[in-house]
């Protein structure tokens, strides 16, 4: 199998679950040597009190063919994160791909609730888990990660820049969360692109993560049971997706023509070719403006 990541290393900050977790999978199964972190071990878990580990993951990323390091640490201490990022650099001398996927916010936001409505506290930790978080990972690793050209930065995020520009996201929290990490990729890209690297914001698209498919009651083997219920749930698609679209980018000599620009899966895996682990290539932001915001019937079809 080819791994066109086999000399690279990655940080994956925010693996213990989701998109992380699949990202981080997917850049071994590359061949990257991927370092993962998170605050959910096997020893301590975070406030989500979720079975999902950092051990686990690296064990994953091992398994798919790259070397999985996982280490502890809380992305709000900028002294952890420099723990970090010195631990990287003694024992690779390198940082070839940062992917910012650090959240921590399920637990901790309100539908369709107003800013004074909203618990104010809740909605402060938010804001600082999602945007501070990002934050300080970068003051600290860019400078590792700008010691060679060619090095990319993706900070996740939900929704693109065009669909989040127009659509109201959940509450003003989560709407201000993830409307800054789009904002923070365009500022990366201009402090990053004339240094030889290249910043983005990747969206995933109906993300089956594992807190999303206990939500439905179902697993990823049965995870159309839930369509009964949710029918537009079928647009949905496993971490694996978008991990593929972040190898992809990190494989392209020509990453560069994205700098700065707000991408997703579905329209990464239409420029590359890559597919979910069914075969399937589905749009999801592509699906939700035609069908699921225009109150069409679901219907997938022409979208995955």
Do not use: C
């Not at 990464?268 to 699921?292: H, I």
């Amino acid at each position: 199998m080819s791994q066109p990541l086999q000399d690279k290393v990655a940080l994956v900050a925010g693996a213990t679950r989701g998109a992380g977790r699949g990202i981080a999978v997917e850049l071994g199964a590359a061949g990257a040597t991927v370092y993962v972190t998170g605050r959910s071990t096997r020893a301590r878990r975070s406030e989500y009190d979720r079975p999902e580990t950092i051990e686990d993951t690296a064990d994953l990323v091992t398994e798919a063919g790259g070397q999985g390091i996982a280490v502890p640490t809380d992305h709000l201490d900028p002294a952890q994160v420099r723990t970090l990022v010195d631990r990287v650099d003694d024992e690779q001398g390198r940082l070839d791909i940062l992917v910012n996927d650090i959240w921590g916010g399920e637990k901790l936001f309100a539908w369709d609730t107003t800013v004074w409505e909203h618990n104010l506290d809740n909605g402060l930790r938010l804001l600082r888990l999602a945007v501070e978080t990002h934050a300080i990972t970068n003051h600290t690793a860019l400078p590792l990660l700008l010691r060679r050209p060619g090095g990319l930065v993706v900070e996740m995020t939900d929704g693109t820049a065009d669909y989040n520009r127009d659509n109201y996201r959940v509450n003003f929290f989560y709407d201000l969360a993830k409307a800054s990490v789009l904002r923070m990729a365009f500022s990366l890209g201009h402090e990053l692109g004339p240094r030889g690297a290249t910043a983005v914001a990747l969206t995933p698209g109906w993300l089956r993560s594992e807190m999303m498919l206990e939500h439905f009651g179902v697993r990823e083997d049965n995870w159309r049971d839930a369509l009964d219920k949710v029918p537009h749930f079928a647009i949905s698609e496993t971490p694996r997706y978008v991990g593929r679209a972040v190898v992809a980018l990190a494989a392209d000599p020509h990453v560069s023509r994205f700098n700065g620009r707000s991408l997703s899966s579905g329209a990464l895996a239409r420029e590359y070719g890559f597919t979910d682990l069914d075969g399937s290539r589905p749009d999801a932001w592509r699906y939700l403006v035609e069908v699921q915001d225009a109150d069409r019937p679901a219907d997938t079809t022409g979208y995955r």
